[in-house]
C-alpha cells in the first residue's frame, strides 16, 4: 500500500510539474488587460495579437453564459495569428467584470463596447468581425445587425425563438434580428435544447444569401470552442470577409490546454492522499468506531429523493427564499438544496442526533481539507484554462451556498448507509443515482413548471463531473474519520465553492 501511494504522488507532483511548463511556457502572443468604460458598463477585457501595432483587422469576440474572457483565450489566438487584433470581454457579472448580469445588459454593454471601440478609432467596423459563442454568438448576430461591422462568427449561439422544443421562457432573446450579411454560424453534433437545428434554420432563412452554416462533428457545445475544425473555419471565414491573403494560417498551440489538463490532473491524484493524512491521521480511532447510520433499500431511498425534490419544485414556483442571493439561477439551486435536504431530514429526524456527533476538531481539518482543494482547483484553473478565482463579491454568497448544501449531504449520507455495507463503487453509483433523480425532478419543473432554471441544464454535465470528484472525496473522509457530518461538511464547502464559480453574478 505505501509503495502504490508513493507511486501515486510521485505521478500527480510529475503531472503537475508537466502541467506547469506546458501552460506557462513562453507565449507566441502578446495580451494585455484594459478596463473599457462603455454605455454606463465597465468591461474588463484581454486584447490578444501577434506584438505587431500594424494588424490586419479586428476581432470582438464574446463568450458564453458563466464563461469568461480566459476560457474563449484558445479562440482568440486563433484569430491572431491571421495578424488581426482581437478583444475578448468579460461580460457583467462575469470573469473580472462586476455585475449586475442580465441578458440584456449583456447585449447592451457588448454593443456599447463595439462602438466605444469605433468612436475611439481603435477599430474600423468595416474591418471588423463580431463573434461569439452560445450568448456570445446570439449577442454577435445581434449586435452585428446594428453595427455595419464586416462579418459576424456565431459559435453554437443560443436560440432566440421558440422551436424544437424550446419554451419561450428558457429564451435568453426573442424578437431575432434578420441575419447580418456575411455570417457564418456553426453548431455541433451534441448540442441541448435544439440549438442545432435553430441555426440551420436561421441561416437557411437568410434572404440575403451571404451566410452559411457549419455542423460539427463528435463535437459538444463547449469542446468547439478548442476544436481544430471551428478554428479552421473562423479563420476561413475571417480571411474571405476581409479580404486577407487565402495562404494557410496555423491554429494555436494545444500545449497550454494540454497542459492545465495535466496539472489538473495532477492535482486531483495528490487530493486523496492529501485528504487522508489531514483527515484520517487524526481521527483512526473515531473511524473505527460503530457507524451509527441505519440501512435503506436503494428503491426507497430514490423515491424518498424524487418525493423531497418534487415539493421543493413546487414550494419553489411561489417562493424563493434565497432570491436574494442574486446570482443568476443560483438562489433557485441553492433554495432547492435546502429545501431538499430539510425535507428528508424532517423523515429522518430521529437519526439526526446520533449522525451529527463527532469531535470538533474532525469536523474542522475536514473542513480545512475541503477549503485547501478548492483553492488548489480553482486557482490552477484560473491560471491557466478559465478564470475562476472567485472574488469577493462571489466569496460573501459562500456561507448561503454551504448551508443551503449541508442539509442535503447530511440527508444523503444517511440514506447511503452505513459504511462497509457496499462496495465503495456501489457506494459511488447510488449517490450518484440519488442525484440523478433529483436532477430529474429540476427539469421537470424547467420544462413542466417553467421555473426558468436553465443554467442547470447547461451545466449539467460539469455538475456531473464535479458530483463524481466530490462524492469520491466525501465518502473518504468518511470512511476515514467515521463522521457522517465531517463527510457532509468537507461535500458542502466544496459543493459551494462551485456555486461561486459557476453563477454569474445578477
Not at 243 to 259: D, E, M
Request: contains cysteine; aromatic residues 8%.
Amino acid at each position: 500500500m505505501k509503495a502504490r501511494g508513493g507511486i501515486r504522488l510521485g505521478i500527480g507532483a510529475a503531472l503537475c510539474v508537466a502541467g506547469f511548463v506546458l501552460a506557462k511556457g513562453t507565449s507566441a502572443y502578446r495580451e494585455t488587460t484594459v478596463a473599457f468604460d462603455a454605455g454606463g458598463c465597465h468591461l474588463v477585457t484581454d486584447i490578444i495579437d501577434k506584438g505587431q501595432d500594424e494588424t490586419q483587422g479586428s476581432v470582438v469576440l464574446l463568450h458564453g453564459l458563466s464563461a469568461n474572457k480566459k476560457i474563449m483565450e484558445h479562440l482568440a489566438q486563433a484569430f491572431a495569428e491571421q495578424n488581426l487584433r482581437v478583444f475578448v470581454p468579460d461580460l457583467p457579472g462575469h470573469g473580472r467584470t462586476a455585475g449586475p448580469f442580465t441578458f440584456a445588459r449583456a447585449e447592451s454593454c457588448s454593443e456599447s463596447l463595439v462602438r466605444e471601440l469605433v468612436a475611439r478609432k481603435v477599430i474600423e467596423a468595416p474591418r471588423t468581425i463580431l463573434a461569439g459563442h452560445s450568448m456570445g454568438g446570439a449577442i454577435a448576430i445581434r449586435v452585428g445587425a446594428r453595427v455595419d461591422v464586416a462579418g459576424v462568427i456565431a459559435i453554437s449561439p443560443a436560440p432566440m425563438r421558440v422551436a424544437h422544443g424550446v419554451p419561450a421562457d428558457m429564451l435568453p432573446y426573442t424578437n431575432p434580428p434578420a441575419l447580418p450579411p456575411h455570417t457564418l454560424a456553426t453548431s455541433a453534433a451534441f448540442e441541448p435544447l435544439g440549438i442545432r437545428e435553430l441555426t440551420r434554420e436561421m441561416v437557411a432563412d437568410d434572404p440575403g444569401g451571404t451566410s452559411a452554416y457549419l455542423f460539427i462533428p463528435r463535437a459538444t457545445h463547449v469542446s468547439v470552442l478548442f476544436d481544430p475544425r471551428v478554428m479552421r473555419a473562423a479563420q476561413d471565414w475571417a480571411a474571405k470577409t476581409l479580404g486577407l491573403a487565402s495562404s494557410p494560417v496555423a491554429v494555436p498551440p494545444s500545449a497550454p490546454l494540454v497542459g492545465a489538463t495535466l496539472g489538473l490532473a495532477g492535482i486531483l491524484l495528490l487530493a486523496g492522499p492529501f485528504v487522508r493524512e489531514t483527515v484520517g491521521a487524526r481521527n483512526r480511532q473515531a473511524a473505527n468506531a460503530p457507524d451509527a447510520a441505519a440501512e435503506f433499500s436503494i428503491w426507497r431511498s430514490l423515491m424518498e429523493v424524487a418525493l423531497a425534490s418534487l415539493m421543493a419544485v413546487i414550494v419553489l414556483q411561489f417562493w424563493n427564499p434565497f432570491s436574494f442571493v442574486r446570482m443568476y439561477n443560483g438562489g433557485y439551486f441553492a433554495s432547492f438544496l435546502l429545501m431538499t435536504g430539510l425535507g428528508l431530514l424532517l423523515v429522518h429526524r430521529k437519526a439526526i442526533q446520533e449522525l451529527t456527533r463527532a469531535r470538533v476538531a474532525t469536523v474542522v481539518w475536514a473542513a480545512f481539507a475541503a477549503l485547501v482543494l478548492h483553492l488548489l482547483v480553482t486557482g490552477w484553473s484560473d491560471a491557466t484554462l478559465t478564470e475562476s478565482w472567485v472574488s469577493t463579491a462571489r466569496w460573501a454568497r459562500f456561507p448561503v451556498f454551504f448551508v443551503a448544501a449541508l442539509p442535503y449531504l447530511l440527508a444523503e449520507e444517511l440514506l447511503l448507509g452505513p459504511n462497509g455495507t457496499r462496495p465503495g463503487w456501489v457506494q459511488l453509483v447510488v449517490a450518484l443515482a440519488l442525484r440523478l433523480a433529483a436532477f430529474l425532478v429540476i427539469v421537470f419543473g424547467i420544462f413542466v413548471l417553467h421555473s426558468g432554471a436553465i443554467m442547470l441544464i447547461l451545466l449539467a454535465l460539469f455538475l456531473a463531473v464535479f458530483f463524481v470528484f466530490q462524492r469520491m472525496g466525501m465518502s473518504l473522509v468518511r470512511r476515514e474519520t467515521g463522521s457522517v457530518l465531517a463527510a457532509a461538511v468537507f461535500g458542502a464547502i466544496l459543493l459551494a465553492g462551485f456555486c461561486l464559480v459557476i453563477f454569474p453574478v445578477t
